[in-house]
């Protein structure tokens, strides 16, 4: 009577061919008894990573009643009975024997187990991440030839390409099947709906002058934000703060983001900053007199780089001798002062002032309605308003002389006192009570 001996698979059916050989006592063979097998199926078998090949034997009787001995590669690595799970390469067989007659059946290499590694589904972008309106990202799984690509938004399929572009929240998956037919499922991308930052600046339309710089500030909704400044259509990289010094004429704004979101992205008001330039006044020198140009708001008159005083309009005559410089203010608040004009006068002109001789006096100063005027020598005498048109002129020889001042309002005037050569040798304040 012949035992039929098999070995099956559940997942992979091993081929079984067994050569039953039976001992005798000591090492003797029992001729009289055959041992052989149904062999099902044969061929290689290949599994994915973290699948398995089981293995099994169909036997007559109770599992219990052989020695179960599974060989991988020739060495023996398990006794489990009736049934083997392979979960790695190699060349698998049973040896089986039988308990009660010591029938011994061994399998041929029935099955080469080869284990395919799994592909590698991951997401290129990390969560948990933000997406506010408009705002939009591709995401990237990879690209290999023969592969195939599921992506899943919320469970339901989205897309079936290397890639998908994300445009809102939900939870994004993708899952890659390769060549040998072994899947992998990436882990979940969290994208979070959001609403973008709100920015405003602390100036708009603000005007400097050259040397000065305006600060300005980007006023945010909240903090932990990115700033990225503008002037026009160009980027400024050497500032990235809530804060910035400006020092350029042009169109300002800020651009406010938050840090990993996508989309989340705003951009301010933009504030108009003028530089505007210092004014560059030229002094012209007529002799002892000294004028800069019309058009300025204030003068500041300055010998040796002190200021004279009382010397605040776009004329001054040099009494003497140095450095005369003026500092001007324009329409825009802006100052500028003019290059160093040096003055030495005639001898002349200064003599009766360095011998302690006044050149002329002038009395009473306040007047009311008589001035004196006692010169030394011949003068010639010129009464101006602030803005420096002549209203009153005198000239006379040397002695006292009375001049009536009822020609002019009361009120702030200056004079200018110049010799027979016109030289000025006197300038200064009258008070008409």
């Not at 097998?37 to 219990?64: F, K, L």
């Not at 398990?78 to 799970?85: A, H, K, P």
């Amino acid at each position: 009577m012949k035992k039929q001996l098999q070995i099956t698979g559940r997942t992979v059916f091993i081929p079984f061919l067994a050569i039953l050989i039976c001992l005798m006592a000591g090492s003797a063979i029992k001729t009289n008894a055959q041992c052989s097998t149904q062999q099902t199926p044969n061929g290689n078998r290949s599994i994915c990573e973290g699948g398995s090949v089981s293995m099994s034997a169909r036997i007559m009787g109770d599992p219990s009643d052989y020695i179960w001995e599974w060989e991988k590669d020739g060495i023996i690595i398990s006794t489990i009975e009736n049934v083997y799970n392979a979960t790695t390469s190699g060349e698998y067989r049973l040896i089986l024997t039988e308990k009660s007659t010591s029938c011994r059946a061994v399998s041929p290499n029935l099955t080469i187990v080869t284990v395919n590694p799994l592909p590698v589904a991951v997401i290129d972008l990390t969560g948990p991440v933000e997406i506010c309106p408009g705002g939009e990202v591709t995401i990237d799984a990879g690209s290999h030839t023969g592969f195939q690509y599921e992506w899943f938004k919320d469970g339901s399929m989205v897309g079936v390409n290397p890639t998908y572009t994300v445009e809102e929240g939900g939870s994004y998956r993708v899952r890659v099947t390769d060549t040998n037919s072994c899947v992998d499922t990436s882990d979940v991308l969290l994208v979070n709906d959001g609403t973008p930052p709100v920015v405003s600046l602390s100036l708009q339309d603000t005007s400097v002058c050259a040397g000065e710089a305006v600060l300005l500030e980007a006023l945010v909704s909240e903090p932990d934000l990115l700033f990225l400044w503008q002037h026009g259509q160009d980027t400024v990289t050497d500032s990235d703060s809530a804060f910035i010094e400006i020092n350029r004429t042009g169109l300002w704004s800020v651009i406010v983001s938050r840090s990993g979101a996508i989309g989340c992205d705003a951009i301010s008001d933009t504030a108009v900053i003028t530089v505007n330039p210092l004014p560059a006044p030229q002094i012209v020198r007529d002799e002892a007199e000294l004028h800069v140009p019309e058009g300025y708001v204030s003068y500041r008159w300055m010998l040796n780089g002190s200021d004279i005083n009382g010397a605040d309009t776009r004329s001054w005559t040099a009494v003497e001798d140095g450095d005369y410089s003026v500092s001007v203010t324009d329409s825009n608040g802006c100052t500028g002062v003019s290059p160093v004009e040096s003055v030495t006068l005639p001898a002349s002109s200064v003599a009766a002032f360095e011998h302690n001789e006044p050149f002329v006096k002038i009395y009473p100063n306040p007047a009311r309605n008589v001035l004196t005027v006692d010169a030394v020598t011949s003068f010639h005498m010129e009464i101006s308003g602030l803005t420096g048109k002549v209203l009153l002129q005198h000239s006379g020889s040397a002695g006292k002389h009375l001049l009536s001042l009822d020609a002019l309002p009361a009120g702030l005037y200056l004079y200018r006192i110049t010799d027979d050569r016109k030289i000025t040798v006197h300038t200064g304040k009258l008070i008409r009570q």
